[in-house]
C-alpha cells in the first residue's frame, strides 16, 4: 500500500477497495490479533494469525499486515517488502481511521535484544517499539535496504552497543523516517545513518543522548523535525561527501546544535546562515506534555505553520490526521505544515483535579477553529489500554462510542452534550464512582463537535483524552 505520491482521496478509495475486495494475486492482506486462541489463515480478522511474525512471514512480497492492538515480543523480521500497519481494532479494516496512539500495537524487546529489523523496500506504520538493546547495531530497529519507510512510530528506551541506540540506517539510498517519536534511547545516537540520502521528516527527538548522526557520502535531508532536551547534539554531519539539506526544523535545550564536517554550529542563528539551511528556529516549542509523550502542539506552539511543505507523501501526521491544516496564520492560498509530528487543529481536552474513586474530574474542552458549536462526550472504564473508534454514531441525540479495551467492553457511565462558548470552550465534570475497585483502571473520555443541525450518522472523533483511577 505505497501512499508517498499519490493523492488522498485517491488513496482512500484504494485503501478501502483494496482491504474489502477479495484478496488478488498480486497483494494480499494479512491480520494478527493476540487474542485470537489460536493462528487460522490470517486472511479475515476471523481467522487472524496471533503473532506479527507469522504474518509476515505468510507475504511473499508487498502484502500488508494489519495488526490489533496488544504488547507483542520481539525480535521481528520484516522482509520482501512487507507493509505494517498498527491503529485499527479487530473488525476495521480501512487503515486511513487507524488510531496508532490510541489503539497500541506495542513491540517490547524486554531488554533482551533488537526489537525489529526490515529490509529493501518494507514500511512499518503505526508501532511502538520499546526496550530495545542490541548486541550490536539498532537497538529499536534496523533498516537494511533501500526503499524502506517508517511512519507513525514511537521509540522508547532503546539501547545499542553499536550505532543507533533506537535506529540504524544502512545498504539504503532513500529511507524516509517521518512523523515519528525517538525518546529515552541510550548513550550515543539515537538514530544513525551508514551514508545514502534519508529523509527525516516531522519527527520528534526527545530526552536522547545524540539526536541523528550521518556517516558516508549522500545527501541527507532533514525537514520540519524537532530536537528538544537532548543531552547531545541534535545532528552530525561528520564525513566530507555529506550535503545536508537542514530546513524548517526546531531546536531547543539541547547540549549543542549541529555539527557539519566537524565544526558545531553554535545557534540557530548561525546554522540558517549556510546556503543548505534555512527558516529553522528556537525557543519553548510548547508541547502538551512531553515528558508524557505527548507531543501534540499547545495553540500557542511557535511550531505551528513553521514547517516545510515540500514532502508530498507525508499527507498524515502521527494521529493519522490530513496535513498541513490553513489555520490562516500566514498569507497565501494554503500555510505551510507545522513541524513536528502532530499537527494543529486547535482542538484540546485536557483533565484536572483528583483522579480518586468518588472525585469530580474536571475536562476542559476547545476547538476554537470548528464550525459549529454543539459537541458531544463520553466517558468509559477498562482494566487496560482502552481502544475507541475513530467514530461516533448518533442516534437522536444521544452518543454511542464504540469503546473497548482489548477485547473487554467497559462500562459506558456518562455521554453528555452540550455547546461550546463564543471562544470554542466548555468545562464540563464527570463524577467518578465511589467505587474502591476502580483504583488503577484506565479512564477514558472522547468528545466530537456536532453539527447543530444535523444530529445522526457517522462523526469523527474530535480528541481523546486517557488517565489512571489513583
Known amino acids: 500500500m505505497r501512499h508517498r505520491t499519490a493523492s488522498l482521496p485517491c488513496l482512500a478509495a484504494a485503501a478501502v477497495l483494496l482491504l474489502l475486495a477479495a484478496p488478488a494475486a498480486a497483494h494480499r492482506v494479512f491480520f494478527v490479533d493476540p487474542s485470537v486462541a489460536q493462528s487460522g489463515t490470517g486472511m479475515d480478522w ?21 495488526i490489533a492492538p496488544g504488547v507483542y515480543a520481539g525480535p521481528i523480521t520484516v522482509r520482501l517488502g512487507a507493509q505494517l500497519y498498527g491503529g485499527l481494532r479487530p473488525g476495521q479494516y480501512d487503515v486511513f481511521k487507524r488510531q496508532p496512539l490510541i489503539n497500541r500495537v506495542v513491540i517490547d524487546a524486554r531488554g533482551a535484544g533488537r526489537a525489529m529489523t526490515m529490509d529493501v523496500g518494507c514500511e512499518l506504520n503505526g508501532l511502538w517499539i520499546l526496550n530495545g538493546n542490541a548486541s550490536g547495531d539498532g537497538g529499536g530497529l534496523l533498516v537494511d535496504g533501500n526503499a524502506t519507510f517508517v511512519s507513525g512510530c514511537v521509540f522508547v528506551n532503546c539501547r545499542a552497543s553499536g550505532n543507533g541506540q533506537a535506529i540504524h540506517v544502512k545498504n539504503s539510498i532513500n529511507a524516509v523516517i517521518e512523523n515519528c517519536i525517538v525518546a529515552y534511547s541510550g548513550v550515543g545516537a539515537a538514530i544513525t545513518v551508514a551514508g545514502g540520502s534519508p529523509e527525516f521528516v516531522n519527527n520528534a527527538f526527545f530526552r536522547n543522548d545524540d539526536g541523528i548522526s550521518f556517516t558516508g557520502t549522500g545527501a541527507p535531508a532533514l525537514a520540519n523535525n524537532s530536537f528538544y532536551r ?63 509523550l505527548d507531543f501534540a502542539l499547545e495553540p500557542d506552539s511557535p511550531l505551528i505553520d513553521t514547517g516545510k511543505d515540500r514532502l508530498i507523501w507525508s499527507f498524515l501526521d502521527i494521529a493519522v490526521q490530513i496535513r498541513p491544516y490553513d489555520d490562516k496564520r500566514v498569507a497565501g492560498p494554503s500555510s505551510p505544515r507545522d513541524i513536528g509530528p502532530h499537527e494543529w487543529f486547535g482542538t484540546k481536552l485536557a483533565a484536572s483535579g483528583p483522579r480518586t474513586p468518588g472525585s469530580i474530574v474536571g475536562l476542559a474542552l476547545a476547538a476554537p477553529n470548528a464550525p459549529t458549536r454543539a459537541y458531544a462526550g463520553a466517558c468509559a472504564f477498562g482494566p487496560g489500554p482502552i481502544a475507541i473508534d475513530s467514530r461516533v454514531i448518533f442516534l437522536g441525540a444521544d452518543p454511542l462510542f464504540f469503546l473497548s479495551a482489548l477485547g473487554k467492553l467497559p462500562t459506558v457511565f456518562r455521554s453528555f452534550v452540550g455547546s461550546l462558548d463564543a471562544a470554542g470552550a466548555a468545562s464540563p465534570s464527570i463524577a467518578l464512582p465511589p467505587d474502591a475497585r476502580l483504583t488503577g483502571q484506565r479512564f477514558l473520555c472522547a468528545f466530537v463537535v456536532l453539527d447543530p443541525i444535523e444530529r445522526s450518522g457517522v462523526k469523527d472523533i474530535t480528541r481523546t483524552i486517557e488517565i489512571t483511577i489513583q
Open 46 to 66: 476471523s481467522t487472524a494469525f496471533k503473532t506479527i511474525q507469522e504474518g509476515i512471514d505468510a507475504s511473499d512480497g508487498d502484502d500488508t499486515v494489519i
Open 230 to 292: 537532548n543531552g547531545g547534539r541534535a545532528a552530525d554531519f561528520p564525513a566530507t561527501g555529506a550535503s545536508p539539506s537542514i530546513e524548517n526544523n526546531h531546536f531547543d535545550q539541547n547540549g549543542a546544535l549541529v555539527r557539519v564536517l566537524q565544526n558545531d554550529i553554535p545557534n540557530v542563528a548561525a546554522l540558517n546562515a549556510f546556503t543548505w539551511a534555512q527558516y529553522n528556529l528556537g525557543g519553548d516549542p510548547r508541547f502538551v506534555d512531553a515528558n508524557a
